[in-house]
């Protein structure tokens, strides 16, 4: 299985018509600031693309599952593979916990 991109992002010339209020220290504004101007960037558009770079890389995360090709075979296989039966956790799963207990 072959890697796939993140989401296309939002295009720099869209129509910008919601708003978001942040609350931060001044320290933070200062850094925010700072490495905004340093990639030649508003501070508006510094925040909102690494907003949301984090937010793509948090979602792909929970909804994309990348694997090399031979890591994919032998994920697979193992998806495949007869349940092993485990006595001492079989066990454990059906014994009563302490809260349980009378």
């Not at 558009?45 to 792909?60: R, Y």
């Not at 031979?70 to 001492?88: G, K, N, Q, T, Y």
């Amino acid at each position: 299985m072959t890697a796939m991109p993140h989401a296309a992002a939002v295009p720099a010339r869209a129509a910008k018509s919601a708003r978001l209020d942040l609350r931060m220290s001044a320290e933070q504004k200062r850094l925010f600031e700072e490495a905004a101007s340093a990639t030649d960037q508003t501070m508006t558009e510094f925040v909102v693309q690494s907003a949301e770079v984090a937010a793509q890389e948090v979602l792909a995360d929970r909804t994309r599952f990348v694997l090399a090709p031979e890591d994919w075979e032998a994920f697979s296989a193992a998806i495949d593979r007869e349940p092993r039966v485990l006595p001492r956790l079989a066990a454990f799963l059906t014994t009563p916990s302490v809260l349980e207990q009378e």
